[in-house]
């Protein structure tokens, strides 16, 4: 079975500081995939970053970045010179292939706050 | 290009009524994922269709929900009977099919339920 753990509930920041977000995974299978969406208030699901199983390297894309380490089974997310607007419930997801589904597995969601 | 769409984006249902969600995939996508959000948890999966076939439905409740898929037309998800703990923001994704290189799931706005 897989399952992810986000171990912050919720994480209040003051503007320009940097922030992670914890994410814990696991699965027994070697090909899976690593997700991180963004659901600020509005409530739609953005789409951030998607990473696969056989691909360590860490990514950086603007302000945002991301530390994968398979040997901790981590997927942590970093926001730098964080701002008011990145502001949101940020959920990590897990997903196997099997049998034709690629269907999703998510954590329960960390709540940031990013206060002026 | 037209993103993911969900109608209703709000709905209302009295205890005891139908609630009819509909998810159109964006063009070119042939499968859909629904997703539930009850309030303060994460998402959970609920079924996965492809055009006129169910591939994974491990997630549904047993009774009272169906999904399909038409060859035609948006993808449904029923709820006959509901009840107050149905109350929860559904969301559909769509993905083009496997093995496509930037396969992923976008999702749609969501529709969010009231049971009164």
């Known amino acids: 079975a897989q399952k992810v753990t986000q171990a912050q509930t919720e994480i209040s920041v003051v503007e320009k500081e940097d922030v992670t977000l914890d994410c814990v995974y696991e699965t027994r299978d070697t090909t899976y995939y690593l997700f991180w969406y963004k659901q600020p208030p509005s409530g739609e699901l953005v789409f951030l970053i998607r990473?696969?199983?056989?691909?360590?390297q860490n990514e950086i894309s603007g302000r945002y970045s991301w530390n994968f380490q398979k040997s901790t089974s981590s997927f942590n997310f970093t926001i730098t010179a964080s701002q008011v607007v990145d502001s949101a419930v940020y959920f990590c997801a897990l997903s196997v292939p099997q049998g034709g589904s690629e269907k999703l597995v998510f954590g329960k969601g960390t709540k940031l706050t990013v206060n002026p | 290009n037209a993103g993911v769409m969900q109608n209703p984006r709000h709905l209302v249902r009295r205890r005891g009524q139908e609630a009819r969600l509909r998810c159109s995939p964006m063009k070119g996508h042939s499968h859909v994922y629904w997703y539930r959000q009850l309030p303060e948890e994460g998402l959970k999966f609920m079924v996965y269709?492809?055009?006129?076939?169910?591939?994974?439905e491990s997630g549904m409740p047993k009774e009272r929900f169906s999904a399909e898929f038409p060859k035609e037309g948006p993808s449904i998800l029923r709820i006959q009977q509901v009840v107050r703990g149905d109350s929860a923001a559904y969301f559909c994704?769509?993905?083009?099919?496997?093995?496509?290189?930037?396969?992923?799931?976008?999702f749609g706005p969501g529709t969010r339920l009231t049971v009164t």
């Open positions: 994704a769509s993905s083009p099919a496997l093995g496509q290189p930037s396969y992923e799931q976008y």
């Open positions: 990473r696969n199983s056989f691909d360590e």
């Open positions: 269709l492809q055009k006129e076939n169910i591939i994974d």
